[in-house]
């Protein structure tokens, strides 16, 4: 079967959907050629929740083994993806994005994605003002995302960025790029 779309994956350092992210990657590789981009909290986030096997049976970039101007980043520039899905996104993730900063593997990525007009899509683990969330051992609490979190999420909206609530959702949205 062909491919569907060229779908990059970032995995940041968030435990909050973490593991619904995982599920819904493994299900879109068999429709999609997908390749996952990992932070280094990400990786080590990963392996507190016990995914990173799973995470580690994709084509895998880690920022753990990239220099520091992230060589993997310029194939954004040089079309290999039709689409970049962060999910789980960070706090830091977003903040960066949304300033401009590109020293992590996943802001570079955005960066290079965006200035080459290549679609971004977003799950945020702090979108709303209450966040329910859990531990790696279980424990459900709750987290109250600043109102600069929340100010980023707009702003890169209105960029055109698209911001997704729940990882549930990214297989719809990526019907519009088909
Ligand atoms: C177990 C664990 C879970 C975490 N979950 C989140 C989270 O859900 N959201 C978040 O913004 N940061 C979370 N963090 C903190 C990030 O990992 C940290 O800010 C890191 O620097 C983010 O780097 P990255 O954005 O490059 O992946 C978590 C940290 C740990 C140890």
Redesign the pocket.
Known sequence: MVAALRIAWGF???????LESVDVLEHLKDHHEVKVFL????E??AR??GVLERIGNFPLVR?SKQGHAFPSCGSFNLGKFDVFVIS??????VA?IRLGIAD????CCASQALKSKVPLIMVP??SKPVVE?K??NGKVFK?YPRKVDLEHIRALKEEGVVILEHPYEVENILERFL
């Open positions: 940041s350092g968030a435990g909050h959907l973490l932070s280094s909290a990400g080590e986030v507190i929740y920022e789980p996104a960070t706090s830091n993730t960066k992590s593997l996943l802001s683990t702090d969330t531990a790696p987290i």
